[in-house]
């Protein structure tokens, strides 16, 4: 008698352990950045959370999906752009799902299928733009690359909401002739700047001529000034700018002369 009774209460001790478990089991928690979708003998039913739910024990499967915003580094991919130039260009790609139900039945694996379709844009994108329009343009680049590939990945449930091109590496070749282009550039805008500057004071400088020209007393005005500056420097020899208009009474009587020897010169010879 008391060996059977013994052997119902471990009975009955097995089958309230095995009754804790599958209570247990059926009691789900789902955080406030995740949904459990629920499968009930296979037919999918929702998803269910965040908080405390039951799921039915052997009939109910529930599959966990982030709701959080994920971020994945795109591979370094070799490409060769529209104008010929083979570059290796990374990104970043931020996306999270939106839907739940179509992230779990739609696609196997959604964060692999989106890093797939993530390296096949970039690659595509970027092999129709040249170079210069890589480099000057990247902004416009990041919302080609952001549409094309949320748009096809909105059937999965997934809403791709940052695509940004890290980093593009360029041939050495390619680098040394930028940098002598940007030389080049830069010594065309100096040579430039230098012209204007000398095309500004040659007009000013012919203003102040002509100005000089019609008071011819700012001239020796301007001598004298001359004079004051260099004394006070205390320098051992001046120079004293003679005024041209000074020698003209001498160069036309010194002309006068020559061409009247010159005229006896040939009364003699004839």
């Not at 804790?20 to 406030?32: D, F, G, N, R």
Request: some cysteine; proline content about 4%.
């Amino acid at each position: 008698m008391g060996s059977a009774t013994f052997f119902v209460l471990a009975c009955l001790a097995v089958l309230a352990f095995i009754a804790l478990m599958i209570l247990l089991s059926a009691i789900k928690i789902v955080p406030e950045y995740e949904r459990g979708v629920i499968f009930r003998l296979g037919r999918l039913m929702g998803p269910r959370g965040p908080g405390i739910f039951f799921v039915i024990p052997v009939f109910e499967r529930m599959v966990r999906v982030d709701m959080r915003v994920i971020t994945m580094d795109v591979p370094v991919q070799e490409v060769i752009t529209l104008d010929n130039v083979t570059i290796k260009v990374n990104a970043v790609l931020y996306f999270q799902v939106i839907n739940p139900n179509w992230a779990v039945t739609k696609v196997m694996d959604y964060i692999r299928a989106t890093m797939q379709i993530a390296q096949t844009t970039l690659r595509s994108v970027v092999g129709q733009v040249e170079l210069d329009e890589l480099l000057a343009q990247r902004e416009k680049i990041n919302q080609k690359l952001q549409q094309i590939i949320d748009e096809q990945t909105e059937p999965w449930g997934i809403k791709v909401t940052i695509v940004e091109v890290k980093d593009v590496e360029l041939p050495q070749n390619m680098q040394r002739a930028m940098a002598r282009q940007a030389e080049a550039e830069r010594e065309k805008r100096a040579k430039l700047i230098h012209a204007d500057g000398e095309l500004q004071a040659s007009r000013t400088l012919a203003e102040a001529a002509r100005v000089l020209a019609s008071e011819p007393t700012t001239l020796q005005l301007r001598y004298l000034q001359t004079l004051t500056e260099i004394a006070t420097e205390k320098n051992s020899t001046i120079i004293f700018p003679l005024p041209i208009d000074m020698l003209k009474t001498f160069l036309a009587s010194n002309n006068g002369a020559t061409s009247d020897e010159r005229r006896i010169v040939r009364s003699e010879e004839a």
